[in-house]
């Protein structure tokens, strides 16, 4: 029986929980020699809405994942993790990742901050994380803050 993870998906948007989460994916897949999948997601709901009214929102949004990607991909490389992939799509992300990015690359862990920035959607509907780990078919680690 295998203890080890394979492939490790890790959920980022940019907050510190976030980049808790990153760290603790980057011991887990160095640890287990697994693949990293580095994963940011555009709300579309909330670009279209603010395209509408800026119209280089939604390029911008793109800019700046592409961007964190780029900066996790090579932090993940310098840390020795020897395979770091990395994902950026549109759509929501509490579907987006437990279901299309997870299955695309045959994700065994789903590593995600217990909190991101979108406090409001949080309040309102649940957190990105719980829905994650709701909707996954395999296993789901939450990162606490350090508080």
Do not use: W
């Amino acid at each position: 029986m295998n203890l080890n993870y394979e492939t490790i998906l890790v959920a980022v948007d940019g907050s510190m929980e976030a980049k808790r989460a990153l760290q603790k994916a980057i011991d887990l897949a160095k640890k287990d020699e697994a693949k990293l999948v580095i994963s940011y997601i555009i709300d579309n709901r909330t670009t279209g809405t603010v395209e509408h009214y800026d119209r280089t929102f939604a390029q911008r949004a793109n800019d700046y994942g592409t961007d964190l990607l780029e900066q996790y991909k090579s932090e993940a490389m310098e840390a020795g993790v020897t395979h770091v992939a990395t994902e950026l799509e549109y759509g929501s992300p509490k579907v987006k990742i437990p279901k299309d990015v997870a299955s695309k690359y045959k994700i065994d862990l789903i590593v995600a901050g217990a909190t991101g920035i979108n406090a409001v959607e949080r309040i309102l509907i649940g957190s990105v994380s719980e829905h994650i780990a709701r909707r996954a078919k395999c296993d789901v680690m939450i990162v606490r803050n350090d508080k």
